[in-house]
């Protein structure tokens, strides 16, 4: 009779623990509070004139990160569109300096795709694309869009082409956005009510 999987999943998850401990331990007291799961999640809200754009983000530091200065995050997320259209998304990003256990006050870039369920079948699309940077004041991750909202959506909350997304001027328009904690429900939260436009 073959032997259940269950001790070494449990001692895999025990291993990547003991080694976030060793490399990043950052990752378990960012923002101010303790937490046992070597995992940050968070929402924020963007407000564009035309509707508020709902993100969530799930992070943890990335293998890459144990190579070089700085610290390497990976995850996934989704934002909620004014329409309460919901994309998954693949979230990748990190801070750069000699970070050991204090993230407050460091630069933070961070970049969201889509990427959805059994993405692998799909077609490659990745829109829509967001990117944010900021830094860690506190407890939030204080943030922009790098215009990258506005370059995804219509006002009307649909995404935008390939080519309409691609360019990036001076009226470009940039909006600010705090990332707040949250707990490990908010990954199966459902959208906002639609509004109407």
């Known amino acids: 009779m073959p032997s259940s999987p269950v001790p070494y999943l449990l001692l895999s998850v025990l291993f990547i623990m003991l080694l976030d401990l060793a490399f990043t331990p950052w990752i378990y007291t960012v923002g101010g509070r303790v937490r046992l799961v070597p995992v940050w999640v968070g929402?924020?809200?963007v407000r564009a004139p035309w509707g508020s754009f709902t993100i969530f983000l799930s992070f943890s530091p990335s293998p890459g990160g144990l190579h070089s200065p700085g610290a390497g995050v990976e995850g996934g997320g989704w934002v909620c569109t004014p329409q309460g259209q919901k994309y998954s998304l693949r979230v990748t990003g990190g801070a750069s300096g000699h970070i050991w256990n204090d993230m407050d006050g460091h630069t933070m870039s961070i970049s969201a795709y889509y990427r959805p369920f059994a993405w692998q079948y799909h077609r490659e699309d990745r829109r829509p694309a967001l990117s944010f940077s900021g830094q860690w004041v506190g407890p939030n991750l204080v943030m922009n869009d790098n215009g990258s909202v506005a370059r995804a959506f219509h006002p009307d909350g649909t995404l935008k082409s390939y080519r309409e997304s691609l360019p990036f001027g001076r009226d470009t328009l940039i909006l600010p956005v705090?990332?707040?904690?949250?707990?490990?429900?908010?990954?199966?939260?459902?959208?906002?009510?639609?509004?109407g436009f």
């Open 43 to 45: 929402t924020g809200v």
């Open 178 to 195: 705090v990332f707040t904690e949250g707990n490990y429900q908010l990954a199966f939260a459902g959208c906002p009510p639609a509004k």
